[in-house]
């Protein structure tokens, strides 16, 4: 039987410096049935030349050029874009600034042979534009250990977390029956896509690190991270309001439900203590050492603070007067701790 051909969506937007990186480690997947279609979002940069350069070697890759901006508040009208000049079986996402290690396709693409699961998704590394690890994500962002079902998806999401999106894959044929990425009036396609996907199937995790996020200055801040969150709460609600009675005729009860509700108040309140640890944390490895220590001290004075994020809080004040290489060191000791490794 033919491979199943991998339809990737990259949309990019000012990534001259990241941009490149991205392409090559699609070139360099050991799984070759992809076609790749980058959709360029007006950029002022060189990043549209840079993939102009790489198409006209490689058939498999597409250019599309917005001539104006779309920007964020357009990113779900640029994703089904994408998706419209897709031909494959399978959709993966994979931003212009991120990058994929080269089996993430190969470990991933067999798991569609089980056709009651609808989405794929792996660890993955978070990292800095300097590609200094911040964090590991792992078992612990996860909605399972390898396998989850309509039940255990629905609490991580009701967490208000999502999967690395540039570790997800999914089948075209789910994606278009639900009409396509999901903009659910957030900046965001990630989250409400593969929320209402969760109807659809099983989950399936690959505990390897298939992927790499970077942060950078022109990626998204903290700020605008915690505002996104307090969105994410109400689009949950709204979403379990809207399907409730599908919900109920898979399995899931009241009781379930009601509690679901209430879990995103939970997670929004446990972001909130440690928000100065996060904004001090983001500001030191994007460079700001200067703005990043007042964060850390109100980390270290709030009651609120966990003591993990405090004692971060003192080796962040510490780094940003020597080197983030600290803060992030500490960073990756305190995640070992909490995973039990």
């Known amino acids: ?170 089948r075209r044929s789910d994606l278009l029956s639900i009409g396509g990425f999901v903009d659910g009036s957030l900046p965001l396609v990630d989250y409400p896509t593969w929320l209402k996907l969760a109807t659809k199937g099983d989950f399936v995790r690959i505990p390897f690190v298939l992927g790499k996020w970077r942060r950078h200055p022109d990626s998204v801040y903290w700020a605008s991270e915690y505002s996104t969150v307090e969105r994410l709460r109400q689009h949950f609600l709204e979403y379990l309001h809207a399907e409730h009675a599908n919900l109920l005729s898979r399995g899931v009860s009241s009781l379930e439900l009601d509690a679901l509700a209430l879990n995103p108040a939970r997670a929004l309140e446990e972001r909130y203590r440690s928000r100065p640890y996060f904004e001090g944390k983001y500001r030191l490895v994007m460079g700001q050492r200067g703005r990043a220590i007042l964060p850390f001290g109100r980390a270290i004075l709030s009651r609120g603070t966990t003591p993990r994020h405090r004692l971060g809080a003192v080796a962040g004040i510490l780094a940003a007067m020597t080197s983030p290489r600290l803060v992030l060191s500490l960073s990756r000791m305190l995640q070992r701790t909490r995973s039990g490794q």
Request: aromatic letters at 8%; a negative charge; charged letters at 25%.
């Open 1 to 170: 039987m033919p491979e199943p051909l991998v339809s990737i969506v990259t949309p990019t937007f000012r990534h001259e410096q990241f941009i490149e990186h991205c392409l090559r480690s699609v070139l360099a997947q050991s799984y070759r049935a992809w076609e790749l279609i980058v959709i360029d979002d007006a950029s002022p940069d060189k990043t549209a030349g840079i993939v102009q350069k790489f198409a006209a070697r490689d058939p498999r890759i597409k250019l599309v050029q917005h001539q104006a901006n779309y920007g964020a508040a357009r990113l779900c009208e640029t994703y089904n874009e994408g998706l419209s000049l897709c031909r494959g079986e399978l959709i993966a996402v994979l931003e212009g600034d991120d990058e994929w290690v080269p089996t993430k396709l190969a470990r991933q693409v067999p798991v569609f042979a089980d056709r009651t699961v609808a989405l794929c998704y792996a660890d993955y590394d978070e990292i800095t534009a300097e590609e200094f690890l911040i964090i590991r994500h792992g078992l612990a962002d996860a909605a399972g250990v390898a396998r989850s079902g309509l039940k255990e998806n629905l609490r991580f999401f009701s967490a208000l977390k999502s999967f690395g999106a540039n570790t997800v894959m999914i």
